[in-house]
Every structure is written in structure tokens, then in C-alpha cells.
């Protein structure tokens, strides 16, 4: 599975970003789809995921970005994206997507469990 994230940028605070993220293969919709970022110096660490078709498409998100992003997922362009809002300045950091293809709830947070990562995209947030 190869994975391929645009839509970074720099934004001022405040402002929003769409992020995308391009799967192969063909068996896209069962995968759990996840964000994570990190910044300088920091850990990765999970933003959001959507679970695949075995999982309902059920959405979660780290506290720290609930209300302001959303993930998403179109299975038939093999896309997940992760619409961001009221972005703060702490939101700068390169942002990854990944795929789980195992998909297990209690360790959708975890950067361990997923198998494939994306080359990652800046997001820098102004103040």
C-alpha cells in the first residue's frame, strides 16, 4: 500500500486547511484510515481515524482537535481527508496518514498499529 498526503500549507491562525490522503490497491474501504502529526522535536501523535467498512466507518478523534476537524473517507477515489478548522498556532507540525489494515478499536490511537505511512505534509499555523 502506498499512501501519498497533500493540502499542507501555511495558515494564520484561525484559518483552515483540507488535508488529502491517496491509497493504492484495491482494497481501500477496509482499511482504518488515520492522521497523525509531529512536530520539531515532539512525538508523533494521533489526530483523528475512520474506521473501514468492518468497523462502520466510525470516526475518532484525538481531545485536542475535536470539534474543529473531521476526517472523512471516499472509498471510491481511495481518499481520506481531514478537514481542519480554527487552526492554532500548536497545530504546526507534519501531518501523516496511515493505514491499519487490521483495524482493531483499542489501538486505533497508536502509531504502532498501523502498517503504512504516507510521506507526510507541513502544516504551519501563524500566529
Known amino acids: 500500500v502506498q499512501l501519498q498526503a497533500s493540502g499542507g500549507g501555511l495558515v494564520q491562525a484561525g484559518g483552515s486547511l483540507r488535508l488529502s490522503c491517496v491509497a493504492s490497491g484495491s482494497t481501500f474501504r477496509r482499511y482504518t484510515m488515520g492522521w497523525f502529526r509531529q512536530a520539531t522535536g515532539e512525538e508523533r501523535e494521533f489526530v483523528a481515524a475512520?474506521?473501514?467498512?468492518?468497523?462502520?466507518?466510525?470516526?475518532h478523534y484525538a481531545d485536542s482537535v475535536k470539534g474543529r476537524f473531521t476526517i472523512s473517507r471516499d472509498n471510491a477515489k481511495n481518499t481520506v481527508y481531514l478537514e481542519m478548522n480554527s487552526l492554532k498556532p500548536d497545530g504546526t507540525a507534519v501531518y501523516y496518514c496511515?493505514?491499519?489494515?487490521?483495524?482493531?478499536?483499542?489501538?486505533?490511537?497508536?502509531?504502532?498499529?498501523?502498517?503504512?505511512w504516507g510521506q507526510g505534509t507541513l502544516v504551519t499555523v501563524s500566529s
Open positions: 496511515g493505514a491499519d489494515l487490521n483495524g482493531i478499536l483499542s489501538t486505533i490511537s497508536r502509531n504502532q498499529a498501523y502498517d503504512y
Open positions: 475512520i474506521r473501514g467498512s468492518g468497523g462502520g466507518g466510525s470516526r
